[in-house]
């Protein structure tokens, strides 16, 4: 038997279990006290300038899966944030992030994604490697001495592992991908998140602070009144297993349990299956800091990424959905199962979640609601608005 198999049933038996018992006994896991926090949080333009500079503009953030960039040459580009950049997987099979510059005047290199040799600039043909150096120059003799040193692309920190690719926009910062995801990183590296096949994408482009979008997907105690004809009519609601994790527990994961989890009461773990089985019994549903929700479930990956737009009340989502089944998809009757699935995420976000983050937004801006509550059912938003005022150093809470 393989070792991280072990681990990951053992993982997912502990987590089934504390949500069995939180079935049994009527909770979920909580925080000590209600919080209220100011509505500025999602209106405040000041804030949301500070935001963007000092968390997007600065921070280590996952951007793609290592499947995103499958072999030597792959390169995608990456426009979401104020910093143009490309992501390329070099000859050594390493993933660099660059500033999508030429070092000429400063064109851009590429569009889009696909599979290149080299970064040859379509405005005057200087060639880069994948690796970012200056490889030839077009009519060379005009410019006289080049020296290559000072003349390759402006690289960017990177790290690949556990199948994510993290960048940090800040050309100083660091990225450990390890810190990241502290003890969940044993359990992140089970999945083989590096070789899952995207399904389809879709973009929302909506007019929600990015912070309410985040919300959505960090409590349960939506599911029965909001998506009572979707994800309510598997889902138990108000009922979560709640864990923090990496850089002073900035980072959380939610376990929300189905229906069907009530059948394993009184039944030993033993008789409970394989990882495999175990893991249909609820929905994992993690925050890395500081924009991605995702969910991991043993046949789908959803990736949520979620930007700041040009303004404080509107963002961009971006959604990936990747399948992680054990059997491949081969036949039309299992793409579309795969297709029906994205399809129906896509509708209950936007239907459901997101129609009430634009409705809260449009409230909110009015000024004349002051102050929001997170119960003590909703440990998730507090624990990650909390985190991010600590990076901000700002006092969220409300005045009155
Ligand atoms: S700007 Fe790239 S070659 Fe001139
Ligand atoms: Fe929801």
Request: hydrophobic share 35%; aromatic share 12%; net charge negative.
């Amino acid at each position: 038997m393989h070792e991280s198999y072990c681990d990951e049933r053992q993982s997912l038996v502990d987590i089934t279990r504390r949500l069995v018992d939180l079935n049994t006994s009527g909770t979920t896991d909580s925080a000590d006290q209600p919080v209220r926090m100011a509505t500025s949080i999602y209106c405040d333009e000041n804030l949301f300038e500070k935001e963007k500079k000092e968390i997007f503009l600065r921070e280590p953030q996952l951007v793609c899966f290592s499947s995103d960039l499958p072999e030597k040459g792959s390169y995608l580009c990456f426009d979401d944030l104020d910093i143009p950049m490309i992501l390329v997987r070099d000859n050594s099979g390493q993933v660099r992030a660059f500033l999508n510059a030429c070092s000429h005047r400063n064109a851009r290199l590429r569009e889009g994604c696909g599979v290149s040799k080299h970064l040859t600039c379509p405005y005057h043909a200087w060639r880069f490697s994948l690796e970012g150096n200056l490889e030839s120059v077009y009519k060379a003799e005009t410019f006289g001495e080049i020296d290559p040193e000072k003349y390759g692309l402006t690289q960017l920190p990177a790290e690949e592992k556990y199948g994510l690719v993290y960048i940090c926009p800040d050309p100083d910062g660091k990225i450990n991908i390890d810190d990241q995801l502290g003890e969940m990183a044993s359990l992140f590296d089970s999945w083989n998140l590096g070789s899952m096949t995207l399904i389809d994408t879709h973009e929302f482009d909506m007019q929600s602070n990015w912070k309410l979008a985040l919300d959505t997907f960090c409590e349960g105690y939506h599911f029965s009144p909001l998506h009572r004809e979707s994800v309510g009519d598997y889902a138990l609601g108000n009922i979560s297993a709640f864990d923090c994790f990496g850089p002073s527990g900035i980072n959380h994961r939610l376990a929300f349990p189905n229906k069907w989890l009530t059948e394993l009461s009184g039944k030993p773990e033993s008789e409970w299956g394989d990882a495999n089985e175990i893991f249909k019994n609820f929905q994992l549903v993690h925050y890395l800091y500081p924009n991605v929700s995702l969910l991991i479930s043993p046949d789908a990956c959803e990736f949520f990424r979620i930007y700041p737009g040009k303004r404080v009340g509107e963002h961009v989502t971006r959604y990936s959905c990747y399948y992680r089944g054990h059997v491949p998809l081969e036949t039309k009757e299992q793409r579309q199962e795969a297709q029906d699935h994205f399809n129906f995420i896509v509708k209950v976000v936007a239907d459901e979640d997101y129609w009430v983050s634009g409705n809260l937004q449009k409230n909110m801006n009015t000024g004349l609601r002051t102050v929001t509550t997170f119960g003590r059912n909703e440990p998730a938003l507090i624990n990650m608005h909390t985190g991010i005022a600590a990076k901000l150093n700002v006092d969220v809470s409300a005045s009155t």
